[in-house]
C-alpha cells in the first residue's frame, strides 16, 4: 500500500481558492481550448498543470519551454543512423555490421501528444524563442500539425480530437524570457494567477510539511507580511513558507518571537529577497518576528 502511495505524484492541495480556478480552467479545456496559466514564480502554475492534466484523465506529454529549441524540438527531425548487424549464415564466425547512412525520422513530443491524444503540458512555454513554437499556431486553431518536407509523412498531421495543451509562463519582465507571440496568446484562454490566498498557503504547508494549523498560520504571515511591506511583488511567498516549514519541522525549531533559530533562518531565507534594502528588510523582518508569541 505505501509504496503505491509513493509511487503517486505529489498531492494537490484542494482549497476553495485552487477549486476556483480548477472549475474554470477545466471548463475551457473540456471545450477544446487550450489553457495558460500566468503569473509570477511560485504561484503554483506547474502544480496546478499538473492536476489539470492528471484530471483529464488521458497520458501526459511534458515539455519544458528552453532558449535553445528550434521547431525540430516539438515536431521531430532525422536523427542517429541505423545499424544492421548481419551474421552470415554459413560461416557463423563472421559477423558483418552494416551501417546504413540513411537517417531516421523521429516525432518530437508536440506530434507524439497531437498523434496519441494526450494532454500536453508546456511549461513556461516563452523561455522557448517565439518561432520554435510556430508550429503550435496550426496545431491549436486548426487542429493541423504542419509537417516538415523530411519527415517522410504527408504534409499534415490531424491532431487527435483529444488533445488539449496546458500552458504556463513567467511574467516578460523576468530574465530568461521571450515575449509570447499575440498570435499564439489569441489561440488560448489565458488565467492570471497571483498570489494564493492565505488560506490556500497555510493549508499547502500543512500538508506537504506536516506542520501544525498554528504555526503554518504564523509563519505564512511573516512571509506575506514581509513580502507586502517591502513590495516584493516578483516574490510570491509560497516557496520561501515551504522552506521555512521544512526546517522548523525538521530539526524541530519553535515558531516564536524567542527562537534565536527560528529568527536566524527567516532572515536567511527572506533577506537576499529584499535586494540592495538589506537594512529596511532586516528592519521590517525585526518588526514582523517581534509581533508573534514568545
Ligand atoms: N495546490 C497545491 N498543492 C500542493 N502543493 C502546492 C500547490 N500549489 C503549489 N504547491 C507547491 O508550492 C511550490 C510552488 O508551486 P509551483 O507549482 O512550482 O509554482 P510555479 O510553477 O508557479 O513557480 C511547489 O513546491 C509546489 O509543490
Ligand atoms: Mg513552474
Redesign the pocket.
Known amino acids: 500500500m505505501a509504496t503505491v502511495l509513493q509511487a503517486r505524484p ?5 482549497t476553495a481558492y ?1 477549486e476556483r480556478i480548477t472549475r474554470r480552467a477545466l471548463r475551457y479545456l473540456q471545450s477544446g481550448f487550450a489553457v495558460h496559466l500566468r ?10 498543470a499538473m ?1 489539470l492534466a492528471s484530471l483529464m484523465g488521458r497520458p501526459i506529454m511534458l515539455i519544458y519551454g528552453d532558449d535553445r529549441f528550434d521547431s525540430s524540438d516539438l515536431i521531430g527531425g532525422r536523427t542517429g543512423f541505423t545499424h544492421r548487424r548481419v551474421v552470415d549464415n554459413y560461416i557463423h564466425s563472421v559477423v558483418k555490421t552494416e551501417e546504413d547512412l540513411q537517417q531516421r525520422w523521429v516525432d518530437a513530443r508536440l506530434t507524439l501528444a497531437c498523434r496519441e491524444g494526450f494532454t500536453l503540458i508546456y ?1 513556461e512555454f516563452n523561455r522557448s524563442r517565439p518561432e520554435a513554437n510556430n508550429a503550435l499556431l496550426s496545431a491549436l486553431e486548426e487542429k493541423l500539425l504542419v509537417m516538415p518536407p523530411d519527415s517522410n509523412r504527408s504534409e499534415y498531421l490531424r491532431v487527435h480530437p483529444q488533445f488539449r495543451a496546458i500552458f ?1 509562463s513567467n511574467p516578460e519582465e523576468y530574465t530568461g524570457v521571450h515575449k509570447a507571440q499575440d498570435a499564439l496568446l489569441d489561440r488560448m484562454i489565458t488565467i492570471d ?1 497571483g498570489e ?1 490566498d492565505i488560506e ?1 498557503e497555510k493549508e ?1 504547508l500543512i ?2 510539511v506536516g506542520l501544525s494549523g498554528p504555526d503554518a498560520l504564523k509563519i505564512v504571515h511573516v512571509v506575506r507580511a514581509f513580502r507586502r511591506k517591502l513590495d516584493l511583488t516578483q516574490h510570491p511567498s ?2 520561501s513558507c ?1 522552506m521555512i516549514g521544512r526546517i522548523v519541522k525538521e530539526h524541530e525549531l519553535a515558531v516564536s518571537k524567542n527562537s534565536a533559530d527560528f529568527r536566524a533562518l527567516c532572515a536567511d531565507v527572506l533577506l537576499a529577497r529584499a535586494g540592495k534594502r538589506q537594512d529596511e528588510g532586516s528592519q521590517l523582518l525585526n518588526h514582523l518576528l517581534d509581533q508573534l508569541p514568545g
Open positions: 505529489r498531492q494537490f492541495v484542494n485552487t503569473g509570477p514564480s511560485g504561484t503554483g502554475k506547474t502544480t496546478l492536476h511549461d504556463t494567477m494564493p490556500t499547502i500538508s506537504r509560497l516557496r515551504l
